[in-house]
């Protein structure tokens, strides 16, 4: 369902982006990327740290995720052309970055591509390229499944996103309460303290393009086309202690690769920003 925080804007080849903003109009600008099986609003529990840092809080979905138009065999970097046309028609000529998880590495893409106009990047709960040795192999159970699923029998894939999609959207709450048990105790009092049934409004929304969700998986195993090594200006890494979605060795790999790298581990799970917001904000503003 649309809300009055849904925005639109037509891209130069005729697709159309959907947005959402969020804390100060006014304010210093942070592009979200979204997480997988997530959208645009995986942020809005992000709306009072935002406003309370003086932080303008943009968060796109990506092609064929919520209600922007698919593009097939898209990469990192056609998205950060997306985010380009998106900065140009709002005027922004300055801003920073942020991606939890599978989103980590397109703000990684949007800050090797746009600097100087990016000025710092955030990586919460993020992964290291999947095309490297041996990183696919230490993902977690679902998410390799899913991925491979998508690569391989891409139509199987859309039924299963479709089937979360009309679960989500039927009985919200009890996708919220799923997800809190397979996400583990820290997460799961994330999700309460948010409200199980806004997340499953959320994930609802962000699975009514199961063809675009399929897209999603195979586009995070494509090559980033740049290397960690290529971003440098300076990128925040953050990792809770209980995430049970990524791989420990990951945050600090990342830390070492960026040129100019902090690494901030905190208590919590894959939900991790939830608690950071804050600081998360305060660094990117710096």
Known sequence: MRNSNDHFIELRD??????AQYGDPEGFVVVNAHGGLACRRDVATADAAARAAGVRLISPDRPGVGRSDPRPGRTLLDWVDDVSQ????LGVARCAAMGWSMGGQYAAAVGAALRPRVTRVAIIAGALPLTEVGVFEQLPGMPRVLTRLSQRMP????LFFAAMGLTARAFPELYGRL???????ADAEVLYDDGLAAFGAMSAEALRQPRGVAEEYRAWARPWGFAPEDVTIPVDVWFGADDGMVDHRWPAELARRFPAASLSVRPGGHLVARRCYPEIFQRLRS
């Open 14 to 19: 005729g697709r159309t982006l959907c947005f």
């Open 86 to 89: 998106l900065l140009d028609r």
């Open 155 to 158: 139509v199987i894939a859309r």
């Open 179 to 185: 997800g809190a048990r397979d996400m583990g105790p």
